[in-house]
């Protein structure tokens, strides 16, 4: 799973195997091998994929998000849901209610 891990984050920063490798000061196939499964990055090498990616250690290894990001996301989801009713609350008409945008958000934040 770490490998997957690793081959998402690239591919969503837009770089190829070899650019990520540059970054790390790594050959592309290490980071090749690191994709596959077949070779563990050193400890030194997942801080520096952490920094790179902008996520934690914990989230390379483990796919779980922290407690710190959780409440980030949660945060970012209150700010967007307070957006969105004052948007609907400055219209003439409130097709939705706050709860039922809350049903939205979730729906597609759970399709990602």
Request: hydrophobic share 45%; proline share 5%.
């Amino acid at each position: 799973m770490l490998g997957a891990r690793i081959a998402a984050l690239r591919r969503a920063a837009g770089w190829s195997q070899g650019q990520l490798a540059e970054l790390l000061q790594v050959s592309p196939s290490a980071v090749g091998m690191y994709e596959q499964g077949r070779r563990e990055p050193s400890g030194e090498i997942l801080v520096a994929m952490s920094r790179l990616f902008h996520v934690t250690v914990d989230y390379l290894l483990t796919g779980s998000p922290t407690p710190e990001e959780l409440q980030t996301a949660e945060s970012a989801m209150d700010n967007l849901l307070a957006d969105a009713d004052n948007r609907l609350e400055s219209r003439p008409k409130r097709p939705l209610s706050r709860e039922e945008l809350a049903v939205i958000f979730a729906a597609l934040l759970m399709g990602n």
